[in-house]
Each structure stands twice: as structure tokens, then as C-alpha cells.
Nanobody, 124 residues
Framework: QVQPVASGGGSVQPGGSLRLSCVAA????????MAWFRQAPGENREGVAS??????YYSDSVKGRFFISQNDAKNMVYLQMNGLKPEDTAMYFC???????????????????WGQGTQVTVSS
């Protein structure tokens, strides 16, 4: 099992878009759980999106703007972020639980594999 590696962060103006990518595992899987979290300075880590098979879950703060997906091998996870707002500024982390019996929770306790973050900054 590899440590997930996230990429794709950067600086963008309000209303812009970014696509985050994360190599979360090696090999192919039928199903597993992967998620994106974010943490702003002085704030708790917040789950923003998770995925299990074809089921996706989002926090209320990003619903309708962010979209999580996986590749066919289910060893990578993506986060398409549209309509970015200044309050979306944070370090974004990907996380994985490779057990087929996992639950795609937005709680950090549901994941045992974490990568380093990628910074997303939204400002004019």
C-alpha cells in the first residue's frame, strides 16, 4: 500500500475551477473508499467528498460545485472543483480505505491511508 500523493492545487480567482488528482493505491480494485478532506489554518479537518463504487457523498458546503470520481482501476481519485469561493481556501488531502467492506464516510476516522496535502487558494 502506497502513501497517497495529491496534486493539482494552485491559486485561482473566485468562480474559477481546479481539478485535484491523487494516486491513492497500486493495483486494481473492484471497490474501495476514497475521499477528499480539507483543512484551513486554525480549523478542523473537514471531509468534503467521498466515493464508494458509484456512490458519492458531499458536504453541504461543496454540494453542486465539487465532483469526486475515480479511474477504472480505482487506484486514483479526482476532485473537480467548480465555482470556487474564497472560503474554499485550504490544504486539500486525499485519503483511502482499501477494504471492500469500507464505508464512504466524510469522517477522518474512516480512512487509514493519508497523503500529503495540496494547497488551494482562492482570492482575487
Amino acid at each position: 500500500q502506497v502513501q497517497p500523493v495529491a496534486s493539482g492545487g494552485g491559486s485561482v480567482q473566485p468562480g474559477g475551477s481546479l481539478r485535484l488528482s491523487c494516486v491513492a493505491a497500486t493495483g486494481s480494485y473492484n471497490r474501495n473508499c476514497m475521499a477528499w478532506f480539507r483543512q484551513a489554518p486554525g480549523e478542523n479537518r473537514e471531509g468534503v467528498a467521498s466515493i464508494y463504487a458509484s456512490n458519492t457523498y458531499y458536504s453541504d458546503s461543496v454540494k453542486g460545485r465539487f465532483f469526486i470520481s475515480q479511474n477504472d482501476a480505482k487506484n486514483m481519485v479526482y476532485l473537480q472543483m467548480n465555482g470556487l469561493k474564497p472560503e474554499d481556501t485550504a490544504m486539500y488531502f486525499c485519503a483511502a480505505n482499501l477494504r471492500p467492506s469500507c464505508t464512504a464516510t466524510l469522517a477522518p476516522e474512516g480512512y487509514g491511508s493519508w497523503g500529503q496535502g495540496t494547497q488551494v487558494t482562492v482570492s482575487s
